[in-house]
């Protein structure tokens, strides 16, 4: 960490920094120049807060060297990490999965349908909402405990893992049976939550916050990991911008950023970023061509008549012909 | 609800959807033009996913005639709400407090050597966090329950009520004795957390998220009084821009516009959503000759020393310029 | 177009707008419910400004069917449009292209260079700046018409057609003999510069600005194409967000959307985009994966060396193998 | 500036950089880490281009401790720059003026009739536009030079000097009679347009664009002051954010943070930022407590009737009401 000086700064808010900086175990490299004074910060500055530092009278600026994440930087870790999602299907380091199926369980009949038909078309993974955020506390809920048993059913019938998102800390033994548990972007930054999940032996699906910067994400991966549990998934979703056009803008330079970034293996979600059914396969492709390790589609047996996946579905044929498109891509540059 | 048809929208979809909305009891309009076909439907259509219905292949657009958020709507309680905060500390329709202290509780002298001078400066409401959202695993959490401790001490010191931030609905039974409690911006859509704040009878302090546009905070505010819990105060603190100068860009236009949607009080944060001390006093005059209804402000005995709060953190004497000046514009306006 | 009165609407203000609305040469379907009157406005509503009439008093809302776009609109245009970019060099439906070069034409010797280690690497059109908008007055504003000169002579040698960048219209002249002209970001609204490039007949490659929507691109265009130059090129090249790990963020769900929306080809520059050359490769593969009509890329000979492009310029040994994957995926795709 | 060298930056890269550095008569003063090279860059850096070092191979980052603007800022030249608008009105360090009028210059009867009006109410300034900036081809243009004739009208008879907004350098002559040009935000970045207003003697009232950082809008004034203009007034008009509630979200943590980095007078603009009438006075109020040193918005005599000003104009007495408010703030903080 780099801290410039104010050329007029107090020299007893100085030496009042310095102690504090020294009783952090931080070595300080001081370089005086005409204008400004550059302290070079030594030894573990992970647990240093840029901001506040940035914050004080006599600082000018403040710049990391080295990132705040260890856990999830590749500097440290700088192969791949492979995820094992159960089923032996494998995430990361070439293995590329699709995770497709309905927006929300409603049904016995709808999921165990629609769990063969992704299947089939080339699915590796089973998404289902059972607890639903929705902006309206007049909306649909989603089927909660109920739908997570429907999903569970579903996986023994057809052999996949599941995925499923939690909405509180309180429900994770709900979510003993779950393979892989999702944590979706309002809550990226609910940190008590990622605490609990940092305590499982269990894959976490963490999705980016509407407004989340990419180095925001990987802190709150760290804080998972931090926890003890190394088995993070990231998944670029959208983000918030000016652009009406789509639901949000789906960043597709944060794959290769994030790829350089860390170890971790990252997903696209194409469906949720954009919200219209008709800009999933070329997004899809898009991702897959810039280096993603997997994609999250949206299936619906019936798109047209289910109100509530509407928008944003595919019917299992239309997602068949993305995921061989897909493969094409790949394939093409293997 | 407006629902604009496509002009070749399949008859039998349309049918599907006619139906669907009927059994929602919703009654339709019907106003069938040359190129377009026009649905207003009336009756409680606040239930009425618009998103899902925009999202069909046969819908052209969805407006909204009636807003989604029903107690929280000025339109249903034309009156100011006025909130006791308690010891007698009345927020809203015309009377103006300040929320004042630390970022953060740090130990007991600390926090009582604030109370006392924020209150001798003016404030009403004393603020400190116990629980700390930080976007660091590896900073400073916070004293947590502790901390609550320390701020109920001061609170019967000096006989302000206090607010301090929740993070998690497990700890709600911790803040029994905080007289209003606080939800954070990266917790503003932390849905489950809000429902069981909807069951409590204590005002609520609910911060705008970054990215959360104003209608978006409404439907927050209604998740908590759809509960039961009326005593909503909004927030303002600063949303996420492009516009580097400043942390976050305070959004003072949300004010009237807010004030114009919903009766509930509405406070300003200016320390948080500038992270710049000097920027409090311009930013909280601002904020009080637009109509705000109170100012949260940060508050250290000793900003310089403190490296935790430095940056953002007024001291006692520079607050009570801030409200002072404060109450000149609210005279110079009645 | 569909105008949404209020409920309340004074009697005789809504009888002002109906009078103003009919002698602009449109129909008035009304359909009057229980709590709002919709107007459906049937004729050439592209010359009535929405954002008028929204504003009124007794105006609810306002919702376009039809687009104010007419010319750029692919529903009068079904068919894609190919443009001749010169030296029989087509683009547009199917035909791809790769507009390659350095950010600044520097030298004789630099730009006729890398124009032929660019063609030999695939290029099919020489890109290079002469006029630079730069945002400092003291930084280096180009070569100006000498660096046109430069480039004409590149094109003349390679017999590849070229692309600059024009800042003014009092230098539309210098631009003669420049096959194709850019609109750079900045001056995406420079509605008097578009009216005049509006009356020449030469491909004029229009970039996105920075906070620009995709409606108001397609405008931007309409006022080149309302003047009779109809040979417009879009190109997206990264919006402002929040997010700093690069320089803008780019928009690839613009390209999906843009094809829906107009029968113009659309090009991507992810190199401006970025501002980092070591994304260049990955996004050049997602543009190609999802549509793309072809690339803007910035290519020097020696970027280690070339203060003034290092950033995001490759080599043309680099350019070589970028414009191999995108062709892989393109065939790939097929 | 500080650059920052990477750990394991090739060393004939670092001498090319260095030696370039110093062609630049910058002096380099070292400060060798354990981890990192710091080099303190001291002499006029406003030259160097902090982004084309910060993408080199070898650079970590770099950071401008030194501001790029130099006439522009308030380092140097600490006090208030006041500027005379014609007639004796005077602009800055203290005197607050009100620039009032219509959007557009529409006949004769109405600039001369809004000009008396706004006059008496207490406006300045007289405003309004001749040359309009319209989205589509197909709107209204404004009247052009027959506009501008209606406005010096209206400026003799009443003797209030006049602002109008010119869209393209070839148009300077038109405005000799007119006191103040103004440059909209669409041509903020227009730099060649601004290179030929720094030629003149003449206040320019600069609006701040769309997406544009503080520092643009800086080095936008820094264009027209190197060119010998020092006259020019920043216009804080509102950006733009995902926030739809208003046209644009007003920032008015600006104003502050322009008034300590620059001298220049600093103007809001509450009619265009929001865009709804029912806002201009909390966001009037709002500007005028937090520094602002004037206010632009727009009066119509027949705002109901006239439908190209409706939105967001006032009426002369509602005007009048906002001046009087304005100025009980302005006395209340003497």
């Known amino acids: 960490m780099i801290v410039i000086l104010k050329n007029e700064a107090d020299s007893q808010k100085v030496e009042i920094l310095r102690q504090w900086l020294e009783n952090q175990n931080v070595e300080i490299h001081k370089s005086v120049g005409e204008y400004t004074t550059v302290w070079g910060l030594v ?141 979706g972007a309002r809550n990226m930054q609910n940190f008590e939550l990622l605490k609990q999940l940092g305590k499982l032996d269990k894959p976490i699906f963490l999705k980016r916050g509407l407004c989340a910067t990419i180095d925001e994400l990987l802190m709150s991966a760290e804080y998972i990991m931090a926890g003890g549990n190394e088995k993070v998934i990231l998944c670029e979703r959208g983000i918030r911008t000016f652009e009406p056009a789509a639901r949000n803008t789906l960043d597709l330079s944060a794959v290769p950023i994030l790829k350089e970034k860390t170890h971790l293996p990252v997903v696209v979600d194409p469906s949720h970023a954009s919200g219209i059914a008709r800009l999933v396969k070329p997004l899809s492709y898009a991702a897959a061509a810039c280096g993603a390790d997997g994609l999250m589609i949206e299936v619906h047996n019936n798109p047209q008549q289910a109100l509530c996946d509407g928008p944003q579905a595919l019917t299992p044929d239309k997602f068949a012909e993305v995921a061989k498109g897909v493969q094409k891509i790949l394939n093409a540059l293997k």
Chains 1, 2, 3, 4 share one sequence.
């Open 43 to 183: 030894g573990d500055t992970s647990r240093i807060d840029a901001d506040l530092i940035e914050g004080l009278e006599i600082v000018e600026g403040v710049r990391r060297i080295s990132e705040p994440y260890k856990q999830a930087n590749r500097k440290f870790h700088p192969n791949d990490t492979v995820i094992d999602l159960g089923g032996s299907v494998k995430l990361g380091a070439g293995n590329f999965q699709f995770f497709a199926g309905p927006c929300s369980v409603e049904s016995e009949e709808q999921i165990i349908e629609i769990a063969k038909s992704v299947k089939e078309a080339g699915a590796n993974v089973l998404r289902g909402g059972a607890f639903k955020p929705r902006t309206s506390p007049y909306a649909f809920q989603g089927m909660r405990s109920d739908g997570l048993k429907l999903l569970i059913e579903a996986k023994e019938i057809t052999g996949m893992p599941i995925v499923s998102e939690i909405m509180d800390a309180s429900h994770i033994d709900l979510f003993e049976d779950v393979d892989i548990i999702q944590v």
